[in-house]
């Protein structure tokens, strides 16, 4: 049954009990809106269904005859630190490519970046996938009434069939709480059970021992020659332990068998000495602590932590009436086709918001990277890494946690920033000659904060700031002065020294300019028409730098601090470039008004000044916002556009802030029909940026979320915004818990496309500005209580 809206706006529903007995019990899952369900095993692995706690991670399969669960770990990363990935020539050169560039010689400067500023490490790393938990069946016979789900409101995979009258299910979840993997197997008739156990498919050096009777042990390193040098990486340890009921078990020196068994088991327990730590004690006492707990005690356990997170918001975007019949991987295919499906956009939602709790917890040691803590080795075998990209694809893996209510998942991409804060002083003092800390555009582990390897994307030198502005928006949605005080402002205030240092005037227009620099990852045709993506201040750059600025300003005046300061950063940010409009009415990418060497090309880097940022608006730069639109619609005209998973994320997003929702629907409808698989998991398409086939990229999913909720409700600007680009696709609907800048939750129903209740609440107590079409509302908000709003509200 749908939840009401009178139950959504008095703070959530009641979640149905879950059984808590050895023997799964399953309702049916395919009726309920939160969950993905198919009527196949998968195949492929992106057929398969993630789990994870925020570390550990598994691809659940649910084959009858093979079981398989691709195991990951986020830390599991080769490589190594290193105190030499700087290019030596880099402060020696800078001012002479900077000249040389200033007088459109871009070719010759082009050349003089690849020799001397480009790094050339020996051992970035990568994460890498480490192997399958196998489970080999005994021949089941024929199996019908097959079904495997992923219950997005347990966190559970779950997988149930008959053979005759045997009825077999499954169950799998990562457990944050008890730091195991849990696989539960189970039949109502006893001595059902019977299988073989193994590590398959290992993909790293190491070698699988037996220990006692119920116990796999793993020991290897994460070693690999693309992206190190073969000899660098963490240690690993993976220890699977057997629990049975009734029946017998025997050990191999690679495999444990089961035979005849009631009930079965298998926990997982995945570490690494990532950060110093003993990956062979942690297993020992992850497991040793789970396997005193009854399979019932681990599971409420993993429900109640998890349940705590995902609970937080709802969602109704309207139903589809055979919805339920319907597996997930066919109701995505008939988007393809123009079906409409409102409640796949809503699972979709809540799916990203299911990856972000699986993926990143405040327990976590490193932040979603370019594949979550999912990892298929395709990403990790291609030039670009399995890694941390800061030239949007790790910002956009968090877009969706504070505005989705999940602002604890940000801690480890916090934890990240402060190392790049620390490695980054190095080389801005060592290539750059200036105080303060930088970063590029890709980092590791371990803080690496050099240029890149390649031209045109590896001396983006504003990453830094553009991963930091994440911890400014989490101060904006909860402002907590202590972490603005110990945490935030140290960060800002070193960055703005470097960049007060780094930055000259341009001789021609006086403007302080940024450079040698790149616009991810485009080029442009210089003046000669050579190909070129070097230049002195790209508009990305002077977008970022204009936040940072003004992030230091707001932190310096809350904080009474560092007046001094103030005045030159002031002066600084005056003397910044404007934004630009080009010859074709676009938002100019570059300095100049260059033409686009690939007109097609997925990266609009200059566009984050609508989104994430607020430098453009329709309200308050009509022009800018105008102009924005035209590179938007030239972009994705042209015959060969290159339509990927996150662009296609960021189009939502960019309509989504010019209160379009009738386009941003359009390009959130093409997400999940044109780059996302059948596990819903989304894709980087195979023939961009040099993919010889699919690869799962998971700010498609989290950015498309992120989309989602900016359509339902903005609070960038100075205001809250309600229902800023709600589609005629989503006539009635409802939303509880979504979160808004200045400590506000806001939830909202809808009916025939307007407003019908809105509810705000505040954790702190404030005023705010509450806006409806064109109607401004102020009002305030005790701490804990809730301000009720009808359309007539806004009625003048």
């Known amino acids: 049954m749908s939840p009401t809206r009178r139950e959504f706006l008095r703070g959530g529903l009641a979640l149905a009990a879950v059984p808590a007995t050895t023997h799964v019990a399953f309702t049916e899952l395919a009726a309920e809106r939160n969950t993905l369900w198919y009527a196949t095993e998968a195949k492929r692995w992106l057929e398969a269904v993630p789990i994870g706690n925020g570390r550990i991670g598994g691809m659940v399969f649910g084959g009858v005859r093979k079981e398989r669960v691709a195991l990951t770990e986020s830390t599991a990363w080769s490589g190594a630190a290193s105190e030499s990935d700087v290019n030596p020539g880099a402060l020696q050169h800078i001012g ?157 020196k690679d495999s444990l068998q089961v035979k005849v068994a009631d009930a079965v088991t298998l926990l997982v327990a995945i570490a690494t000495n990532y950060g110093g730590r003993n990956p062979g004690k942690i297993c020992d006492e992850s497991l040793q602590a789970a396997a005193v707990k009854s399979y019932a005690e681990l599971r409420r356990n993993h429900v109640a932590d998890y349940r705590e997170l995902f609970s937080r918001v709802r969602i109704d975007l309207g139903s589809r009436s055979d919805a339920a019949n319907i597996p997930t991987d066919q109701r995505r295919r008939l988007l393809e086709g123009g079906a409409s499906d409102p409640e796949l956009c809503a699972l979709f939602f809540q799916y990203g918001r299911y990856l972000t709790i699986a993926g990143s917890r405040s327990n976590s040691p490193l932040p979603l990277a370019l594949q979550g803590i999912w990892n298929d080795g395709l990403a990790s075998s291609m030039g670009w890494t399995d890694d941390f990209h800061l030239d949007i694809n790790t910002e956009q893996n968090y877009w969706l946690a504070e505005v989705g209510n999940l602002s604890e998942s940000q801690a480890p991409l916090f934890v990240l920033t402060e190392k790049l804060r620390q490695s980054g002083g190095k080389t801005a003092e060592t290539m750059y000659g200036a105080p303060g800390w930088v970063s590029h555009v890709v980092t590791n582990p371990w803080g690496f904060t050099a240029p890149g390897w390649g031209l045109g994307w590896g001396i983006f030198v504003t990453s830094g700031i553009w991963i930091a502005l994440q911890m400014w928006e989490h101060f904006r949605f909860n402002p907590d002065m202590e972490f603005l005080r110990e945490r935030l402002y140290p960060i800002f205030k070193e960055s703005a020294e470097f960049f007060l240092a780094y930055m000259v005037e341009h001789p021609k227009h006086g403007w302080l300019v940024t450079g040698p620099s790149d616009s991810p990852e485009n080029a442009f045709r210089a003046p000669s028409g050579e190909y070129c993506s070097e230049s002195m201040g790209p508009t990305c750059d002077r977008v970022l730098v204009y936040s940072l600025l003004s992030v230091c300003l707001e932190a310096e005046k ?68 105008k102009a924005a639109r035209v590179t938007l619609e030239r972009r994705i005209h042209h015959p060969k556009w290159e339509d990927t998973e996150w662009s296609r994320a960021n189009l939502v997003n960019y309509y989504a802030r010019l209160w379009d929702g009738e386009a941003a629907h359009q390009h959130l409808i093409g997400l999940l029909s044109k780059t996302t698989e059948d596990n819903l998991l989304t894709y980087s398409r195979a023939g961009v940026a040099g993919a010889s086939q699919n690869i799962f990229a998971i700010d ?56 019908t209740l809105a509810a705000i609440r505040s954790k702190r107590g404030g005023d705010c500005t509450v806006r409806y079409g064109k109607t401004l509302k102020s009002i305030h908000v005790e701490a804990g209580q809730t301000v009720r709003l009808t359309a007539r509200s806004f009625v003048t």
């Not at 590590?199 to 042990?217: M, Q």
């Open 96 to 252: 002479e490519i900077r000249e040389l560039l200033f007088r459109g010689e871009y070719g010759e400067a082009r050349k003089m970046c690849e020799k001397h500023l480009l790094s050339h490490p020996t051992s970035f790393g990568t994460n890498l996938p480490l192997f399958d938990l196998l489970l080999e069946f005994e021949e089941p016979g024929h199996e019908t009434a097959y079904r495997r789900v992923l219950d997005l409101e347990t966190g559970i995979a779950g997988v149930k069939y008959r053979v005759g009258p045997h009825l077999f299910t499954r169950e799998s979840f990562c457990s944050n709480p008890d730091q195991v993997l849990v696989l539960h197997l189970a039949s109502p008739i006893a001595g059902q059970i019977s299988f073989a156990a193994t590590f398959d498919g290992i993909k790293i050096p190491g070698a699988v021992n037996s220990l006692g009777n119920d116990t796999l042990i793993f020991r290897g390193n994460a070693f690999e020659r693309l992206h190190s040098n073969g000899n660098q990486g963490v240690e690993i340890e993976c220890h699977l332990r057997l629990l049975h009921q009734g029946g017998e078990i025997s050990v191999g």
């Open 558 to 625: 809350l904080l009474s601090i560092d007046s001094d300061l103030g005045s030159k950063l002031q002066q600084t940010r005056e003397k910044l470039p404007p934004l630009q409009i080009g010859r074709y009415g676009q938002l100019q990418e570059w300095l100049e008004d260059f033409e686009e060497a690939e007109p097609n090309h997925r990266h609009t880097s200059h566009l984050i000044a609508l989104y994430p940022e607020n430098q453009i608006s329709p309200e308050k730069t009509p022009a800018l916002a």
């Open 700 to 755: 498609g999913n989290t950015a498309g979320a992120a989309g989602i909720a900016e359509m339902l409700l903005e609070s960038q600007g100075d205001s809250i915004h309600l229902l800023p680009a709600l589609p005629s696709a989503w006539p009635t609907g409802s939303v509880s818990g979504l979160c808004a800048r200045g400590g506000f939750e806001v939830d909202m129903n809808w009916r025939s496309n307007r407003l």
